[in-house]
């Protein structure tokens, strides 16, 4: 049924892929929803005034879940399960607050995921533990 090889690594480089791809088929998903895109095409969606720095805050919010796809698989251990409980708590907790503000359907089954998916990384970095000697010796 699942295998797994022990590699965390591994491991949470790929659930860092599966929640940025969630991320980007939600938002493509709003662009086939003509309130959401009729809000974008306005410039406000919500309280929200889509200005470029907004869009700039956007990008870089976005840039941390891209970002651990790569980190996740080559840091040190030690940093590397810092680095991923609290990039998966940002992640998670900022999906968290957009849920409270509301949605629409097809964002709240995306959220759940993605959420989910936030608190399984951080789960799992918290219970990782050293086991390889290559891995003991780069905590040191």
């Known amino acids: 049924m699942f295998e797994w090889d022990g590699d965390t690594k591994k491991l949470l480089s790929t659930l860092w892929i599966f929640l940025t791809v969630n991320y ?42 891209m970002i651990m796809i790569p980190l996740s698989r080559y840091l040190s251990y030690k ?36 959420i989910a998916t936030a608190l399984l990384i951080i789960i799992m970095a918290i219970r990782w533990k050293p086991t390889a000697t290559r891995e003991r010796t780069e905590n040191t």
């Open 79 to 114: 940093i590397n399960k810092y680095l991923n409980i609290v990039a998966a708590t940002i992640s998670g907790g900022i999906q968290s607050y957009t849920v409270y503000m509301g949605g629409t359907l097809f964002y709240l089954f995306f959220s759940f995921f993605e």
């Open 24 to 65: 980007i088929y939600c938002d493509v998903f709003g662009m086939h929803d003509a309130d959401t895109l009729q809000q974008l095409l306005s410039g406000e969606v919500g309280d929200i005034k889509i200005t470029e720095e907004f869009l700039l805050y956007f990008a870089i919010i976005m840039q941390i879940p």
